[in-house]
T-cell receptor, first 116, second 114 residues
């Protein structure tokens, strides 16, 4: 049973370019979450999606960042016009349909974005 | 506004001894707590969790204790093994409309010496 998959694992972009990060949840999971980890910090929540719906985007920067989880295919985190401050590790997590009050999320290996 | 705090950046323990990792929180709406372990260049791995209706949860070598009145939780690892060396994050969830959002601490680097 494959875990959460993210690609690419490493992404280098020049300032002003676009970055697209992909996440395929675990089989049977319909909830996807994106987190960002800046150097020497903990993970910070960005957005929570279900298929074709954004449920909570309270952690997303107001500009340049967007996320989607289409009916078919992986979830995409898109960063337009990247700046050096966007350099970070971006983690995707997934969880199954709610079954009882548990909140475990299962994480992918992350995409390390470097903006030069 | 750091709602989940891990005040010890690092902890060093001898193999076979107990490791105790601590976590404090400020948001009284948090009702579910989790511990994750993270190796370099990998994603966090879920270890153990506890609901606010309990004060202890055990899974093998790992035990999590929750003191709601003190807004404090701890992870005990007994006995510690060199393979436990990693960064440990505590995380909390407030449920309700914040269901999908985990709030993480800054992490504690655990080193277990042979």
């Amino acid at each position: 049973n494959a875990g959460v998959m993210q690609n690419p694992r490493h992404l280098v972009r020049r300032r002003g370019q676009e970055a697209r990060l992909r996440c395929s949840p675990m089989k049977g999971h319909s909830h996807v979450y994106w987190y960002r980890q800046l150097p020497e910090e903990g993970l910070k929540f960005m957005v929570y999606l279900q298929k074709e719906n954004i449920i909570d985007e309270s952690g997303m920067p107001k500009e340049r960042f967007s996320a989607e989880f289409p009916k078919e295919g992986p979830s995409i985190l898109r960063i337009q016009q990247v700046v050096r401050g966007d350099s970070a590790a971006y983690f995707c997590a997934s969880s199954p349909l709610i079954a009882g009050a548990t909140y475990e999320q299962y994480f992918g290996p992350g995409t390390r974005l470097t903006v030069t | 506004d750091q709602q989940v705090k891990q005040n010890s950046p690092s902890l060093s323990v001898q193999e076979g001894r107990i490791s105790i990792l601590n976590c404090d929180y400020t948001n009284s709406m948090f009702d579910y707590f989790l511990w994750y372990k993270k190796y370099p260049a990998e994603g966090p791995t879920f270890l153990i969790s506890i609901s606010s209706i309990k004060d202890k949860n055990e899974d093998g070598r790992f035990t999590v204790f929750l003191n709601k009145s003190a807004k404090h939780l701890s992870l005990h690892i007994v006995p510690s093994q060199p393979g436990d060396s990693a960064v440990y994050f505590c995380a909390a969830n407030a449920g309700g409309t914040s269901y999908g959002k985990l709030t993480f601490g800054q992490g504690t680097i655990l080193t277990v010496h042979p």
